[in-house]
Each structure stands twice: as C-alpha cells, then as structure tokens.
C-alpha cells in the first residue's frame, strides 16, 4: 500500500489543487437575440448555427 514518506505541505497541497476549479459557461447569443450553449441547438428556433 501506497503511504507518503513525509507530509504534504499546506502549500504544497494547495498548489496541487489550483486546477480543480469551475469553468464559467460560455453562452452565444443567437440572431433571435436568445442565448445557447455552442454546439447546443436552439430550442425555440430548433436551429443548430444561425449564420448556416
């Protein structure tokens, strides 16, 4: 079984958990003037890309 040989520091551990963060949604604005998530379909116009 795995066990650590010393410690992990405060900021050790703290630098190893920089990345676990949340990604802020990223929403388009369609030309109906709604907005969606990209490569999500439109849900009142059923349109994938507007610009097609």
């Avoid at 900021?11 to 676990?20: F, G, I, S, V």
């Avoid at 388009?28 to 059923?46: E, F, L, Q, S, W």
């Amino acid at each position: 079984m795995a066990v650590p040989k010393r410690r992990v520091s405060k900021t050790r551990a703290a630098k190893r958990r920089t990345h676990y963060k949340l990604k802020l949604a990223n929403p388009v604005k369609d030309a109906d003037g709604t907005y969606r998530m990209p490569h999500h379909i439109n849900k009142t116009t059923g349109e994938y890309k507007a610009n097609s």
